[in-house]
């Protein structure tokens, strides 16, 4: 039982949610009429409230339309969160990359859903599992019925397998979430359209790049392959770990891996670790990321809390603490012409190369070529100051509450995404930014996720010499 708790204990976070104690739904709105008709009702809300907003913006102060929009977003995050299956998910990234097209205050809302992932109760999962497993002989496995973790698109369970007694993960997909993916993205997008919340036609584009994404995540049988190519990298390793797959156990809506003990990251057990330690495994978490980078032909892009956990080695010292990576949905093979100018801009930031920063930002198709020269100097300020923790001695602008007494870049201390996010407002170049493409979307995202999760972990370090090791 402890190694079940030790898994269970995954954070809030996109995707995954730890367990609460409210209960289980004993159901899930599956048929696209369905999903369709509360979504409709769900527009109608908004519709009367696109009237309330029209009045609002001629006889309401700004602060007051903030509060109306914030109240309605409230009621869309519970909504949306009601029904489940890919709808949650979508949502989740809309709160992630909504900045781009939504108000803050609405992206503020959204972030609920990262917490609303009740869990299905087990009889409607066991139906997927019995229909999958229809040839097979299902009494195989003692089942703890109970799910270690809930996520937006399916469920993980634990259990035995009692042939060999080895400890086994069954993922298994929500009933017809796969189905309902194209319907959900359609009809909210709809049902934005009844608002007064879109700005531009960036949220458009999105949409088609959050479809691509979802198809991608609900395909198992492309994750199957995805964790035997990752095993494959870090097999050897003494850092990371990657559970073993069962493919004989494996098919369209459930995966069976080897089960990997471990708690995230922060849980009392990897806090209260020393602070050596956590420097340890944040250096490794960096490490990791710039292999995706610079080395691996995957990336997992999702770096959320609930796909990783840490496993506490023996030693005193850390040196067998190791990084179990769980959910390999979100992996992607990153296509050159997005990796290497990405390269090239860390690169170039990294050895204060301005023109090299906004060559790169150029190529991805963030900047024109011609934009004003004060533009291009914000927006490199901006990526310069992303790779902070990596030019401690080599720029002096650096807050000095971002470093302890040894001079080591503090981690959680240092704010950099809030302030950084700031700095973007105020820059000159938002007024000319492009919404990014999909695959840069991405790196972003798993981007804002390393550093979150070093944050988090309280690691204090400078990552100069791992990055140099790939220069």
């Known amino acids: 039982m402890a190694a079940v708790r030790m898994y269970g204990t995954c954070i809030k976070s996109v995707g995954v949610s730890s367990i609460h104690a409210c209960g289980s739904m004993k159901k899930i709105k599956r048929h696209r009429l369905n999903r369709h008709l509360a979504m409709v009702r769900l527009g109608l809300k908004a519709g009367s409230r696109y009237g309330r907003q029209r009045i609002a913006d001629i006889w309401l102060s700004e602060a007051q339309q903030q509060r109306l929009r914030a109240s309605d977003a409230e009621v869309l995050s519970r909504e949306l969160g009601k029904l489940k299956g890919s709808i949650v998910k979508i949502g989740q990234l809309l709160a992630l990359y909504g900045e781009h097209f939504l108000p803050p205050e609405v992206v503020t809302a959204l972030h609920d859903l990262e917490s609303r992932t009740e869990p299905l109760s087990w009889p409607v999962m066991e139906a ?6 229809a040839e097979r002989d299902y009494s195989d496995f003692e089942i703890d019925t109970e799910p270690l973790a809930a996520a937006s698109l399916g469920q993980v369970y634990r259990a035995i397998c009692k042939a060999t007694g080895e400890e086994v993960c069954i993922k298994i997909q929500y009933p017809g979430v796969a189905q309902s993916i194209d319907a959900d993205l359609d009809n909210l997008a709809t049902l934005l359209k009844w608002t007064t919340w879109l700005k531009g036609d960036a949220y458009y584009a999105w949409i088609e790049e959050v479809r691509e994404l979802l198809h ?18 870090v097999s050897g390793s003494d850092h990371y ?7 004989e156990w494996c098919t369209e809506r459930v995966m069976v891996t080897s089960f990997e003990a471990g708690y995230a990251v922060n849980t009392d057990e990897i806090q209260s670790l020393s602070q050596q330690r956590r420097n340890q495994l944040g250096r490794r978490f960096l490490d990791l990321f710039l292999k995706e980078v610079f080395c691996w032909p995957l990336m997992q892009t999702d770096a959320n809390f609930g796909n990783y956990l840490i496993h506490p080695g023996e030693c005193n010292q850390g040196s067998d603490d190791k990084i179990v990576l769980l959910d390999f949905g979100a992996v992607r093979t990153m296509p050159n012409a997005t990796l290497e100018p990405f390269r090239n801009m860390i690169i170039a930031a990294y050895q204060l190369n301005m023109e090299g920063v906004t060559a790169g930002a150029i ?10 020269d004060q533009v291009k100097n914000d927006f490199v300020a901006v990526c310069s100051g992303l790779i902070e923790p990596l030019l401690v001695g080599r720029v002096d602008d650096i807050p000095a509450y971002a470093l302890n007494a040894a001079g080591d870049y503090r981690w959680r201390e240092s704010d950099l995404l809030k302030r950084m996010s700031k700095q973007a407002a105020r820059s000159a170049a938002s007024r000319y930014f492009s919404m990014p493409g999909g695959d840069f979307m991405l790196l972003n995202r798993k981007l804002a996720g390393v550093f979150t999760f070093i944050s988090v972990l309280g690691a204090e370090f400078n990552g100069a010499d791992l990055l140099e090791q790939y220069l």
């Open 128 to 133: 997927v599992l019995r229909e999958e497993w």
């Open 241 to 247: 770990v990657v559970p073993q797959v069962f493919t």
């Open 363 to 372: 190529a991805l198709g963030f900047l024109d070529a011609d934009v004003p």
């Open 216 to 233: 991608r995540e609900v395909d198992y049988n492309q994750e199957v392959k995805t964790l035997q190519a990752f095993h494959d990298l």
